[in-house]
């Protein structure tokens, strides 16, 4: 028998998803002065469905996408690939925030999941899009009634463990696939960036932006390989510094760390008597999500949320011994039916999180610059939802998307260090104590009350 810490000998430090050998080459970087319609800065999930979208509302639009390291490079390709329809980070949160519009919010963020389906199929992206839906499991008592036993769907402990087979599981609630789906997210930033290219989007990687200012009726985004001059711009660089000063306190960011599994064989998987289309998330306030890849491992991820002090945003942050190390334990006391498995692949990726829990949008110069930023956590899917809100706001049209509230207002800020360490350090340990004691201290209620919190 591997002890369980062995598990974990001769994992690598790299993303699952990034690590194939079909990922493109990086395309060659800016290296002159530009002119564009529409620059998008960011290469991941944001600034790639915005380009696509731009391009499909507007076909012939000039639009130029900067990216300062490669498509797909962090969050994009770091992420569980879980592809949620929720634009509110579940309907708790969206019916708390911004109950008089939920319903719509509900109705928009599954019409934003057929939407990338349809692109997936339309562009022929072997993504391993699987529909599904998913899975929330209660494994502590005092979290199955918050799956609300009296409501269908509910599934009791035999039940749920027809679905997924874990002794820990007390309860679960399976949600149907218009919910929600699974895909390799890299292979999908992949997919889009070659759609963009194939409708005419030119796209620069390893080219930094250092600068964006308005000069009369243009916007010149400077860059490290020279300045841009252009109609309109979309920020799309979430979790890394904004461009805007006025949005340096919106977000934190948050590293989330993940495993992979060697692939498991038919029998394996057979036991389990898991649909590789259902996405599993714990009930907890700290949480693992898990799901089968295209290749049949696991990946398993999340809990140990960590932030570090100054809003630090570091490659030496990914390889967290500990927290692998812990993740490992939760995996095999979860699925004792494996024992023995290995793990392939560590990795971390970091995450722009809102006190809201899902994203912000807004304008800028004069109505010439549009961002979205802090999705914690939900970007694989809202992402393209914020695309079209930034296209609307930039085209300066009032549309469904641009009346709603969570649209107009914006998330409240963080603080300022050393006030944002220490209060997400003691929400950290109190969400640590809510979950194994099932009562809500009066920090978090605090919270609640004023409509703040902190997640990944």
């Given at each position: 028998?591997?002890?369980?810490?062995?598990?974990?000998?001769?994992?690598?430090?790299?993303?699952l998803w990034l690590d194939t050998p079909v990922r493109p080459e990086p395309r060659p970087a800016l290296a002159a002065d530009a002119t564009a319609d529409l620059v998008v800065v960011g290469g991941g999930f944001c600034g790639l469905w915005t380009a696509v979208r731009a391009v499909e509302r507007e076909p012939g639009r000039d639009v130029l996408l900067v990216e300062g390291d490669r498509i797909a490079e962090h969050a994009t390709g770091r992420n569980g690939g879980f592809c949620e329809a929720s634009l509110t980070h579940g309907e708790h949160n969206g019916m708390a925030r911004w109950p008089e519009e939920y319903d719509d919010l509900h109705r928009l963020g599954i019409e934003n999941l057929d939407g990338i389906e349809e692109a997936v199929a339309r562009y022929g992206i072997d993504c391993g899009f699987l529909r599904g839906g998913s899975l929330a499991v209660a494994t502590r008592p005092h979290e199955v009634a918050g799956l609300e036993p009296d409501v269908p769907g509910f599934l009791d402990r035999d039940a749920v463990r027809k679905v997924v087979d874990s002794p820990t599981y007390l309860a679960g609630r399976l949600s149907g696939a218009?919910?929600?789906?699974?895909?390799?997210?890299?292979?999908?930033?992949?997919?889009?960036a070659d759609?963009?290219?194939?409708?005419?989007?030119?796209?620069?990687?390893?080219?930094?932006?250092?600068?964006?200012?308005?000069?009369?009726?243009?916007?010149?985004?400077?860059?490290?390989?020279?300045?841009?001059?252009?109609?309109?711009?979309?920020?799309?660089?979430?979790?890394f510094r904004p461009l805007l000063r006025r949005l340096r306190l919106t977000t934190v960011p948050v590293y989330d760390y993940?495993?992979?599994t060697e692939p498991l064989t038919e029998t394996q998987l057979a036991a389990?008597?898991?649909?590789?289309?259902?996405g599993v998330g714990d009930a907890g306030?700290?949480?693992?999500?898990?799901?089968?890849?295209?290749?049949?491992?696991?990946?398993w991820g999340g809990y140990d949320a960590i932030y570090h002090f100054g809003r630090s945003i570091r490659s030496d942050h990914e390889d967290r011994r500990e927290t692998f190390a812990m993740l490992a334990e939760h995996f095999h006391t979860t699925f004792p039916q494996l024992d023995g498995i290995r793990f392939t692949?560590?990795?971390?990726?970091?995450?722009?999180?809102?006190?809201?829990?899902?994203?912000?949008?807004?304008t800028a110069h004069g109505g010439r610059s549009s961002y979205a930023l802090g999705f914690t956590g939900l970007g694989v899917g809202a992402t393209r939802f914020a695309a079209d809100v930034m296209l609307d706001l930039l085209a300066g049209e009032e549309t469904e998307r641009t009346r709603l509230e969570m649209v107009r207002r914006p998330a409240v800020p963080f603080p300022?260090?050393?006030?944002?360490?220490?209060?997400?350090?003691?929400?950290?340990?109190?969400?640590?104590?809510?979950?194994?004691?099932?009562?809500?201290?009066?920090?978090?209620?605090?919270?609640?009350?004023?409509?703040?919190?902190?997640?990944?």
């Open positions: 028998m591997l002890r369980r810490v062995d598990s974990l000998g001769g994992s690598v430090n790299r993303p218009e919910e929600g789906a699974v895909l390799d997210p890299a292979r999908l930033a992949w997919g889009l759609a963009a290219e194939q409708q005419g989007v030119r796209i620069a990687e390893r080219t930094r932006v250092t600068g964006i200012r308005r000069t009369g009726d243009t916007m010149e985004v400077t860059t490290t390989g020279g300045v841009v001059r252009a109609r309109r711009v979309a920020l799309a660089t979430n979790v993940v495993l992979a389990l008597g898991w649909d590789p289309a259902i306030n700290q949480f693992h999500y898990y799901r089968v890849t295209p290749d049949r491992r696991i990946l692949h560590r990795w971390a990726g970091v995450i722009d999180t809102s006190t809201r829990f899902s994203a912000s949008f807004g300022p260090e050393p006030v944002a360490w220490a209060g997400i350090e003691l929400t950290r340990r109190a969400l640590a104590r809510a979950d194994d004691t099932g009562r809500r201290n009066l920090w978090l209620r605090t919270l609640d009350r004023l409509g703040l919190g902190f997640d990944s």
